[in-house]
């Protein structure tokens, strides 16, 4: 999930994380061995000082661990629904391992794990989406929808994809 994130959210878990595991080590190894009380008188001040530590960090990653959400209608979305390439999505398809998961007959896939992708127009109008959207968002954001019968939150990995790999993987879904 970490390399689904932006750069600027990677930064900023990884800094708040780095800041968070420094604490913990010198209060464990470092002040203990200098001041054997430790923390003696001063106990509140350091459970108020861990306590900040936990929840700067559960905030960090609450904040930076989401990405914002595109707009109606913004080039995000457009993309993903614009016309792709069916043959380069097929290698897409391939490359990506969908295949070992998914059943799709003009892939000559038969994976069990997740959803057949055969009948993704109905699935689709049962999420109530046109069905590039649907399968687009299904790519990028596996747990928008959970097909029936399967656990939420979904299986699928986060693909590393291309905005233009998605087209192609969404034109060649929907041929």
Do not use: W
Not at 75 to 85: L, N, P, S
Not at 119 to 144: E, H, M, V, Y
């Amino acid at each position: 999930m970490l390399f689904a994130l932006s750069t600027g959210h990677q930064i900023g878990l990884a800094t708040t994380g780095a800041l968070f595991i420094g604490f913990a080590l010198i209060s464990s190894f470092v002040l203990p061995s200098r001041y054997p009380n430790f923390p003696g008188r001063r106990r509140n001040l350091y459970l108020v000082i861990c306590v900040a530590f936990f929840v700067a960090m559960l905030s960090a990653v609450f904040v930076f661990g989401r990405e914002a959400k595109a707009k109606e209608g913004s080039a995000a979305t457009t993309t993903t629904a614009a016309a792709g390439d069916p043959a380069a999505g097929k290698a897409v398809f391939t490359s990506s391992g969908c295949a070992a998961c998914h059943t799709f007959k003009p892939a000559g896939a038969t994976g069990k794990v997740g959803p057949a992708l055969d009948n993704l127009k109905a699935a689709a109008a049962k999420a109530g989406q046109p069905t590039d959207q649907f399968i687009a968002t299904s790519i990028t954001d596996p747990n928008a929808y959970i097909a029936p019968g399967f656990a939420k939150p979904s299986a699928m990995p986060a693909l590393p994809l291309t905005p233009k790999q998605v087209s192609d993987l969404v034109a060649f879904l929907s041929s």
